[in-house]
Structure formats: structure tokens, C-alpha cells
């Protein structure tokens, strides 16, 4: 017992109050406060949000309840002096220890605002009856928010603080996870706050991306260009690359290193690329090709057949499944169920239930989930002749 007095003792000597101690000690102890170091990240598509910070907790020690003690008490409003290091006001770290971070991997937008790829410290202002205020400041390196300078402020974000679950330790996470957003926020005790980032030019990243790839190792597989192709295509962007990327899809991704392929995928592909640039007639020349390659299935046609149902053009959806039946004339499930749907369409009921009735009698085992639905069309036919 004396031992363990005589150590304390030391300790208090050696380490002074409020010291750092878990990152940027000389060695390596507890965080302070037993604030344990915390980080959190999330994609937004190619670009990543990193947050780390301390996490203090509300019982502290456990024994000792601070709920109702945490804002306007244990975190003071507006900015204040703690007494430590240059700064005369500051705002709260928005953790424990040293500065709490947030980092981009990327450019992003941020209340309307654009925000450069890098480290900012992350800094909240209370207020009791007003919004906060997030705060990112260049200045990141340091301890707590004693070396705020506020001139190195590089957005500041007003914001109404949202009553939440009781949350024990201070939190960060990500919701409203969306292809191009995201929010971040800051829960502990009853209060959270969040701040939403924008990441517009998602897509643009991407493409820059797919760009790199396909100059080295995936740019030997012809599939790799025709995804591309596709990728563009479904999002609308650089047309006039992907009609390139799908072209070469079909013959040559690397000159005398590997080769493309002609079949009804990477055709369909370039149709698609055509479509997305307005060149319907083209796009409609290169699938009347790709329907008749050899080696295309009875199912491919009547998927690109569906795909014209969907887009309003019967009577070429129509013609396409008349074709498939030519084409394969001993399937008769895809090739019937095309008809079904064509002349149901163009409101030839005789012909529709004649072929509904095919269908029925060829359900493949993997199709059988459809039956309850074939039934139901075919019924409503009957019921409205």
C-alpha cells in the first residue's frame, strides 16, 4: 500500500495536470480522463471521411452522474477561456484530449460550400438558444481547441441541435448514406447534431477512376471496357469516351495484346451508349445485329425486347419478339412469354392468351416464383374479352 502511494505520488509529479498523454506523449499511457481514442469512417463513393477524436462519456467517474451537467455546464456556450495556451475564446473540441479531425480524401461540398481534400480540425459552438456551429479550421495539430485561431477558420456551419436517445459516450457516425451524400454527427447524452456532405461530382470520380484502371492490368479484359462503357452510359457522362470504351469492348482493348469480343452483351453495350446520345437509329441498327448473333439465347432477346415494352416503344418490342420466335422457334417459354406481353400490349387479346397459355404449360423450374402473375394476366384477359 505505501508502495502504491509513493508511485502515485511520482506520477503526479512527473505528469502534470491536463498533460497529454495518449497521442502525443513521449509515452505511451492512458488517455486522459480515460477518454479512449475513438475514429469513424465513411465512403462517399470514392472520396473517405475519416473523424477521429476522444470520447468522454457521461458518468465520469462512473459512480458520478452528469446528465443535465454536460451543455452549458461541463461545455460552456459561446467561446470562453479554459485558461490554457494562446487562445482567449474558444470553441469546444467537440470531444476529450487532443483536437478532434475530420478528413477528406477529396474535394467535397459542405452547406453550399466547397471544402479541399485534407485535415481540419472540427470545432462546435454552443449557444443556449440559438444553432451551434461547426467550425472547421485549418489549424488541426494541437491540444483540445487552446490554439484556436479563428482567422484559419475555413467554414463555419449553423445548425439546430435535434434532442436524441441518451447516448453514454460522445459518438460520431454517419446517416442518411445516399450515393452522392452523406451526414455526419455528434450524439452524446440527449443532444446530436449532424453536418451533411455533399460529394456532386461523384460520378466524375469514377470515371476518372475507370480511366486509370483501364490503362493497366483490367484494360487487358474486354469485359472491363464494356462495364465502363455501360457505367457511362447509365449515369449519362462522357459519352463520346464510352462509345470508345465499347468499341473497344467489341475488337481491340490493347493492340496485339488481347482481344475483344462480338456478342450480344458487348453489342448491347454500344446500344446503350448510342441511346444515351440521342442516336436511337444507330442504337437500333447495332441491337438488330446483336439479336442475331449466334450464340444469343431466346432470354436476351426477350430481356431487350421488355426493355423496349418499358420505354414505350411497343411496336418495335413486338417485332423483337416475333423475331426471337424465328430465331428459336423450339424455346417456348421466353419466346411465348415476349408475345404474351406484345400483344397484350398492342391490345390483341386472342394472341395474348393463346401465348399466355404456352407459358403456362413451359415454366421453367427457376420461373416458377412467376406463375401466380402469369395467372393473374391471363385471367384478366379471359375476363375482359
Known sequence: MK???????????????????????ELALPPNGNN??????????????TIAYHSPRVHFPPSRDRTGHIYGELVQYGLFDDGFGPSKATPWRAGANETTTISF????????????AGTYALFVELQKDAPWTWILNSKFEGW??????????????????QTAPFTEFLT?????????????????????????????????????????DLEAWPGFNYQNWAQAALFAAS?????????????????????????????FSTLQVKASVL???????????????????????????????????????????????????????????????GLARGYTATGDKKSAIANWEVVLQNVPRAQSASVPFFEKALQALRENR
Open 235 to 263: 449515369n449519362n457522362i462522357d459519352l463520346d469516351e464510352a462509345l470508345v470504351w465499347a468499341n473497344k469492348a467489341i475488337h481491340e482493348p490493347f493492340r496485339g495484346a488481347t482481344v475483344g469480343v462480338e456478342d
Open 172 to 212: 460520431y457516425g454517419f446517416d442518411d448514406r445516399l450515393p452522392s451524400s452523406a451526414v455526419a454527427y455528434l450524439q452524446w447524452e440527449n443532444e446530436r447534431i449532424g453536418l451533411k456532405i455533399d460529394v456532386p461530382n461523384v460520378n466524375d470520380l469514377y470515371i476518372a477512376q475507370i480511366r486509370k
Open 3 to 25: 508502495r502504491a502511494l509513493v508511485v502515485s505520488a511520482l506520477l503526479s509529479t512527473l505528469v502534470p495536470a491536463g498533460a497529454p498523454a495518449q497521442i502525443h506523449s
Open 36 to 49: 479512449q481514442r475513438a475514429e469513424v469512417s465513411q465512403w462517399i463513393g470514392l472520396v473517405k471521411i
Open 105 to 116: 480524401s477529396h474535394d467535397v461540398n459542405i452547406d453550399g460550400k466547397e471544402v479541399k
Open 144 to 161: 483540445g481547441s487552446f490554439q484556436y485561431d479563428s482567422t484559419k477558420d475555413v467554414l463555419r456551419v449553423a445548425v439546430t441541435p
Open 275 to 337: 441511346h444515351a446520345m440521342g442516336r436511337d437509329a444507330d442504337a437500333d441498327t447495332t441491337m438488330d445485329r446483336a439479336v442475331r448473333l449466334a450464340g444469343t439465347s431466346a432470354r436476351g432477346v426477350y430481356q431487350y425486347g421488355a426493355s423496349l415494352l418499358a420505354a414505350g416503344r411497343t411496336p418495335r418490342a413486338l417485332s423483337m419478339f416475333k423475331l426471337n420466335r424465328e430465331l428459336h422457334p423450339s424455346d417456348r417459354f421466353w419466346t411465348s412469354l
